[in-house]
């Protein structure tokens, strides 16, 4: 219990550190997307469209990017819950707003570049084509993981 809750403080810390040394910079971002997405905007995002994501506050959270093509941009929002296991949503932001997120997701991707979605070997039988809209539901692990746009809150769909 103590040692996932130190594991996922150290990827907060990583996550923080690297966005503070590179705020307005992505590897993964293409130099004509009409929005830039950093690890602060994306944080700011969520707390201003979907708060109840990020939980009451006395959970850990941690987001990774994943990169951006065009206006649409890929995060991962991971928050540590009430047993200390993590609880993974994938966040598709098209701009500044959020177009929905994937739930629950069981493994992140490698990245996303050219809109395609790209998981580790085995996660997923091919890449996903988020173009021109995220499709509505995704396999990851065998499992089929629905897409739920932000005006479809439900209990279920936020721990």
Known sequence: MART??????????VFQAAAEFPETSVFVEDDAPFKMTAQK????????QANLLGDGTQLVSLYYFGQNQATSVVGLERV???YLPIR????FENDKLAGWYYP???????????HLTFPKGAADE??????HPPST???????IPFIPPHAISVETTP
């Open 81 to 83: 819950g009430d047993d």
């Open 138 to 144: 995704m396999v990851i692990e065998g499992i089929e």
């Open 127 to 132: 890449d996903i084509y988020l173009f021109p």
């Open 42 to 49: 994306a944080h700011q995002l969520i707390t201003e469209q």
């Open 5 to 14: 809750l130190f594991i996922s403080l150290i990827c907060l810390l990583c």
């Open 89 to 92: 949503w994938l966040l598709v």
């Open 105 to 115: 997701v069981g493994e992140f991707p490698a990245r996303f570049k050219n809109g």
